[in-house]
């Protein structure tokens, strides 16, 4: 079984690893000319961003040559995951992907910008990862079929999320707009957490550019918390407790 992963604050990777198999980052594997996989099943780990899959999530479907009889998805979301499955099965579809199974785990949502890190860490416990997450491994093991539903009204209800939200907060240049605080020590840690090659390190500091992927790794794993939004919830930084700053550094460096 192979896992294909996209994480920013551990999450995706945790759940990922949970599932077990052999585990492949998204940000490593966008980086080949040519991204072939076959497996009896494939999976991918994903969070819900603005009520979809992240804008390289998307883009590794289009790429990826996948050939296998059991391909499943699965989402790490804090407060909704709305059209997110629609989003999916439509993906998998132009992918050539028999889609058999489809979950989510509810997790922290990272969105500083509305969620306040402090407070919906101290929601764990309510929500009951493991037990999630148990679920979904025997689920993957014995091979269920749990597919969403596609009608012409989730896809209505799909497209009017994409555009009341999605085209709203996933904005390639969204970096352009964060601050780096007198805290900044150039460490490099920034730079090297970010999936998309976005950040830079000059003499002058640090240096966002326009191919942000809104994951916000930056913010929440710069050791100095240096990197602001304008907009912030509340000053509490997030990692999942199971992943370390190494592993995200593997993942997107």
């Known amino acids: ?34 991204i072939v996989i076959e497996d009896d099943a494939v999976g991918i780990v994903a969070p819900v961003y603005a009520v979809e899959m992240p804008m390289m999530v998307k883009s590794f479907l289009e790429k990826a040559k996948i050939t296998t009889d059991y391909f499943f998805f699965i989402y790490t ?57 148990g679920k979904i491994v025997k689920d993957i093991r014995e091979r269920k079929i749990l597919k969403p539903q596609v009608t012409e009204t989730n896809l209505r209800e799909m497209e009017k999320w994409t555009r009341n939200h999605a085209a709203k907060i996933l904005k390639k240049d969204t970096a352009l707009g964060y601050t780096v605080n007198e805290n900044c020590v150039r460490c490099g840690i920034c730079v090297r957490v970010c999936p998309a090659n976005n950040i830079t390190l000059t003499e002058d500091g640090v240096r966002f550019s326009d191919h942000c992927e809104v994951c916000y790794a930056c913010l929440h794993n710069c050791p100095q918390h240096a990197i602001h939004m304008p907009v912030e919830a509340g000053q509490t930084q997030f990692r999942n407790e199971h992943v370390s700053l190494q592993d995200i550094i593997r993942a997107n460096e």
């Open 1 to 34: 079984m192979t896992i294909c992963y996209f994480t920013a604050t551990g999450n995706c990777l945790y759940v990922a690893r949970r599932i077990g198999g052999d585990l492949r980052s998204i940000p490593q594997l966008m980086r080949q000319e040519e």
């Open 77 to 133: 979301y804090g407060m909704g995951y709305a059209e997110g499955f629609t989003h999916v099965a439509v993906a998998a579809e132009r992918a050539g992907l028999p889609l058999c199974y489809i979950n989510a785990v509810q997790m922290v949502d990272n969105y500083i910008p509305y969620f306040d890190m402090r407070e919906q860490i101290d929601t764990l416990p309510a929500k009951d990862v493991e037990g999630q997450v």
